[in-house]
């Protein structure tokens, strides 16, 4: 019995060696576990999204499983499922378009795993199925793209500007809150006239398809091209110049988002207004999720800070875009 109680003891005593060796051995634990469905690489603003958001995990300890679902709804919520699964902290993501999401997002709901939107948001049938959208006040941005439009029609002394609009992505939140911030603004002035609104998906191949339509049926007609993001205007921008009209004085050009490629060709007066809508939501989103870890409210919607630039200004001084 004593020899049984010994072996008892010295097996005790190795455990509660080995136990106390671990700490030591062990890597320190992560904030938090995040997973993060972004929507796919369709622009510069997405790189620089997806770049930031990777940096700033770094930068604030957070492990990310980042997933990029390729500009498709279905490789997101396989992401989503796989994160649920996975039983990461928090689950963020950028939903492509804004209906579809009640079913996988009562799965994370029910997993207990809170849910924060990035950049775009969504429609729910239930207010609870996600805690916080962090993202562009994407209506501000049309009216701002607007208020420059009808500044620029005073100073020419304009009665009449006829406009083509490029959208982006249908039923995505920047392209339905673009289109209304941009058209309720100038719903009473009679001197704005919309010719068509061609859907261009964000992307720059559809940005030069959609202007080479455009140009065929309407021509010298357009004084005014509204393109809801940079991408989009850069495929447009060599077609308006093989047509042979120059951009920035034939057409009056107006973009959104404010990359770098883009400033550049606003400081050459190719375009005329760039609305800023910034990639830089990282800070925001680990900030956001360590809170929501830590059961700490949070605010239901984050907007960061934009602004619109145009010609009017000194662009020599804007620090380098960094997307
Ligand atoms: O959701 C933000 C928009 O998505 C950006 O304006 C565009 O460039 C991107 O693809």
Not at 42 to 48: A, L, Q, T, V, Y
Not at 255 to 279: F, H, M, R, Y
């Amino acid at each position: 019995m004593k020899a049984k109680l010994r072996v008892v003891a010295v097996l005790l005593l190795c455990c509660a060696f080995l136990c106390g060796c671990q700490p030591k051995q062990q890597a320190a634990e992560p904030a938090l576990v995040l997973g993060f469905s972004q929507l796919g690489s369709e622009s510069s603003f997405r790189i620089g999204n997806t770049k930031d958001i990777e940096e700033k995990a770094k930068a604030y300890g957070v492990s990310l499983m980042m997933d990029n679902a390729n500009q498709k709804q279905e490789n997101q919520i396989n992401a989503i499922r796989r994160f649920i699964a996975y039983r990461v902290d928090v689950i963020a993501f950028s939903p492509i378009v804004e209906e579809g999401w009640d079913n996988v997002l009562t799965e994370a709901k029910q997993a207990g795993i809170p849910v924060i939107l990035v950049d775009r948001t969504v429609k729910t049938s239930d207010d609870s199925l996600y805690i916080s959208q962090i993202g562009a006040d994407f209506y501000r941005e049309g009216v701002m793209a607007a208020e420059y439009l009808t500044k620029k029609a005073d100073e020419l002394g304009k009665d009449k500007l006829r406009i083509v609009e490029i959208t982006g992505t249908e039923n995505s939140t920047p392209m339905k809150q673009r289109h209304e911030g941009f058209w309720d603004t100038v719903a009473n002035d009679s001197r704005m006239e919309l010719l068509e609104s061609v859907n261009g998906d964000f992307l720059r191949s559809r940005g030069a398809e959609c202007i080479r339509y455009l140009l065929e049926k309407y021509g010298n007609q357009i004084d005014v091209i509204f393109s809801h993001n940079d991408e989009m205007t850069l495929g447009a921008l060599p077609e308006i110049e093989q047509a042979g009209y120059t951009p920035g004085q034939d057409m009056i050009l107006i973009s959104i988002d404010g990359g770098q490629e883009a400033i550049d060709l606003l400081k050459e007066g190719k375009i005329n207004c760039i609305v800023e809508c910034t990639p830089m939501l990282g800070s925001l989103l680990m900030e956001t999720a360590q809170a929501v870890k830590e059961g700490k409210p949070v605010n239901r919607v984050i907007h960061p800070v934009e602004r619109a630039f145009s010609s009017d200004e000194d662009l020599s001084v804007l620090p380098p875009r960094g997307y």
